[in-house]
C-alpha cells in the first residue's frame, strides 16, 4: 500500500500505528466527522492481521499471523459497514491419542450425536460427555452475559458479577485457578487438556498458575461472540484489516503508511507527534492521540518509565500442502480433523510437563500444539490452479515456548522446536507431513516458523506477546478509568491490543478509544 499524501499539520486525533485497532478507531473517528491521520511504520497497514503470499511464486495468501476471529462484535462490522464475512466450522476439534496400542481421538463437531458417540468412544461412557455439556452450558451463558460488556464503560466488578448471575461459575472462572474447575468436572486426561488449551494461547502458565493470567485467557477465549465460536475470515485475515482501511479513508482519514511515531509531546490538552520517513522528519498537531502500539512503546514515545517487560510464549508455522496427510487413526476423515482445531500433545499431564520443562529452561520434550486448516472452510485464498489441484494450507501454534528460550540462538532453537513439534504431529500421522509440503517456486519446502522473538522484531510485538502484555479481566480495577483506554496524559488513550479488555482480533480497544474521544467535545 502506498504512503498516502504528505499529512497536513493539525488534526482531531492522531493515531500511531495501523494495525486492526487503530483502523477501527480511525474509522469510527472519520466517520463522526473528526479529521484523523494515522501513522503506520510499515508500508502497508493491518499490523499482525495481515494475508501475505510467505512462499516464493505460490499463489496463497495466508493468515500470517493472527488467523481466526472470535472477539470481534458485529456490532463493529455493522457500525462501519465493512465488507467482512466469516464462516462458521462444522467442526470444533480433533485430539488424536494413543490408548491401548491402537491410534484413537476425540472428534468435537458435527452435531451433538457424533460428540456424544466422539466421548463414548474415547471414554468408554457418557459420564465425561454429560460433563462436558454442563460446562460449556454454563461457560456459553457467562459468555452471553459478559461479551455485549466489551463494547460498553468498563463495569465495576461486583456489577459483573451480578450481570453473569452464577456464583459457581464466578468462582470456576474468575476467583480459582482453572485446573481447579477443569479437574472438578472432568477425569479424562485428554478432554482435560482440550479444555485447558483455551487458557494457554500465547500465555504461559501452569493449569493451577496462582496470577490467574490463564483465567483471562480462557474466558476471553469462550465469550467470543456470545458463543466462544471461532470462525474463519473470509479471504483470510487481510479481508478485515483491507475493509477497515477502505472504511476509514472513504470517510476521511489519512492513512500514512511509512511513517514512523518517534515522540509524542502533550500538555494534557494538545499534542504534537513527532515522526519520520525514509527521507525526512516531520511533525503532526492534534487534540487526541491514540495509540495502537503496546504500551512499552507508549512508554517510550512520551517518556515515561516503561511498564512491566511483557514475554510471548508461542511458534507460529504457516504450510502449504500438496494434500492432507492421511491418519493413523482411520476412523476419522482428515478433511474433518483438520478443518477443525487439531490438538498435538496436548493432554492435561503434556501441558503441566511442557510448561515445567519451559519454566526450568528447556524446550519441551514433546511441545504441544494446535493446527488447523483455513482452505478446507474458505478455499479463496488459494489461487484457482491450486484449489483444483487439492492444495491446502496448515497453520501451527505451538505453546509454552517463552521467549527467553530463543535468546542464545534463535535460528538454532527454532529449527530445533520446529522438528521436535512436527515429529509430534507425524506420530499421529499415516504419512509425514514433510512429504505433503508443496515446493516454492525455488523448489523449497512451503513451510516457514516465527518465534517470539521473530514476532518482536518484525512486528515489534513487546517479546513476541501476542497480546502486547497479559490479558487484563473485563472489568474495572485502579486506574484503568471509563473505558480502558486512559493513559497518565488526559489526550493520549491506548487503542490497541494491551487496553483493558484487549488482546486477540477484537477491535474492542479500537473501538473503545474512539467512544473515549467521542465522549468530548469536537471543539
Known amino acids: 500500500m502506498p504512503a498516502a499524501t504528505e499529512p497536513s499539520r493539525t488534526y482531531d486525533a492522531i493515531i500511531v500505528g495501523g494495525g486492526h485497532n487503530g483502523l477501527v478507531a480511525a474509522a469510527y473517528l472519520a466517520r463522526a466527522g473528526r479529521t484523523v491521520l494515522v501513522l503506520e511504520r510499515l508500508g502497508r497497514t493491518g499490523g499482525a492481521a495481515v494475508s501475505t503470499r510467505p512462499f516464493a511464486g505460490v499463489d496463497a495468501r495466508l493468515s500470517r499471523y493472527s488467523y481466526l476471529v472470535s472477539l470481534l462484535p458485529r456490532k463493529i462490522v455493522r457500525d462501519l459497514g465493512l465488507n467482512f464475512r466469516v464462516r462458521g466450522r462444522t467442526i470444533s476439534s480433533y485430539t488424536p491419542v494413543e490408548r491401548d496400542g491402537r491410534p484413537t481421538g476425540l472428534l468435537v463437531g458435527g452435531g451433538e450425536r457424533r460428540i456424544r458417540e466422539a466421548f463414548e468412544r474415547l471414554t468408554g461412557g457418557k459420564a465425561e460427555y454429560q460433563a462436558w455439556q454442563r460446562f460449556y452450558g454454563t461457560t456459553g451463558r457467562v459468555a452471553e452475559r459478559v461479551f455485549p460488556t466489551l463494547t460498553e464503560p468498563l463495569p465495576a466488578r461486583e456489577e459483573l458479577r451480578r450481570r453473569i448471575d452464577d456464583e459457581a461459575a464466578w468462582r470456576a472462572l474468575f476467583e480459582e485457578p482453572i485446573g481447579v474447575a477443569i479437574e472438578e468436572n472432568f477425569t479424562d486426561d485428554l478432554v482435560r487438556g482440550v479444555v485447558l488449551t483455551d487458557a494457554l494461547i500465547g500465555t504461559f502458565a501452569d493449569a493451577h498458575d496462582a496470577s490467574l493470567r490463564q483465567n483471562r485467557c480462557f474466558l476471553y477465549h469462550v465469550i467470543g461472540g456470545g458463543t466462544g465460536a471461532w470462525d474463519v475470515p473470509v479471504g483470510g485475515m487481510g479481508a478485515l484489516t483491507d475493509a477497515l482501511a477502505a472504511a476509514a479513508r472513504s470517510a476521511g482519514a489519512v492513512l500514512a503508511t511509512g511513517h514512523e511515531a518517534v515522540r509524542i509531546e502533550t500538555d494534557g490538552r494538545t499534542a504534537e507527534v513527532t515522526y519520520r520517513t525514509a527521507d525526512r522528519e ?50 476419522v476423515d482428515p478433511r474433518e480433523a483438520f478443518s477443525g482445531t487439531f490438538h498435538i500433545a496436548e493432554g492435561y499431564g503434556q501441558l503441566a510437563t511442557a510448561h515445567a520443562q519451559a519454566a526450568a529452561g528447556r524446550l519441551p520434550a514433546a511441545p504441544p500444539s494446535e493446527i488447523y486448516c483455513h482452505s478446507l472452510t474458505d478455499p479463496t485464498i488459494l489461487g484457482r490452479d491450486l484449489a483444483e489441484r487439492g492444495y491446502q494450507t496448515l497453520t501451527l501454534f ?18 530445533e522446536l520446529l522438528k521436535s513439534t512436527l515429529a509430534q504431529l507425524d506420530a499421529h500421522l499415516a504419512e509425514p507431513v514433510a512429504d505433503c509440503l508443496a515446493l516454492d517456486a525455488d523448489g523449497r519446502p512451503c513451510i516457514e516458523a516465527k518465534t517470539p522473538l521473530d514476532l518482536e522484531r518484525d512486528l515489534r510485538l513487546p517479546g513476541g506477546n501476542i497480546f502486547h502484555r ?27 491490543a494491551g487496553a483493558v479488555r484487549g488482546g486477540g482480533v477484537s477491535g474492542v480497544p479500537g473501538h473503545n478509544a474512539a467512544m473515549a474521544v467521542l465522549e468530548q467535545p469536537a471543539d
Open 282 to 331: 516531520g511533525v503532526a498537531a492534534a487534540r487526541h492521540v491514540l495509540v495502537g502500539a503496546s504500551p512499552q512503546e507508549l512508554a517510550a514515545l512520551t517518556g515515561d518509565p516503561a511498564p512491566e517487560p511483557a514475554e510471548g510464549a508461542q511458534l507460529k508455522v504457516n504450510m502449504l500442502l500438496k494434500r492432507l496427510p492421511r491418519l493413523r487413526d482411520t476412523a
Open 398 to 415: 505451538g505453546l509454552h515456548t517463552p521467549a527467553r528460550l530463543f535468546a542464545a540462538d534463535n535460528d538454532a532453537v527454532r529449527d
Open 470 to 496: 497479559d490479558l487484563s479481566w473485563p472489568y474495572a480495577q485502579d486506574g484503568t478509568g471509563r473505558w480502558g483506554v486512559e493513559t497518565r496524559h488526559a489526550n493520549v488513550l491506548l487503542c490497541g
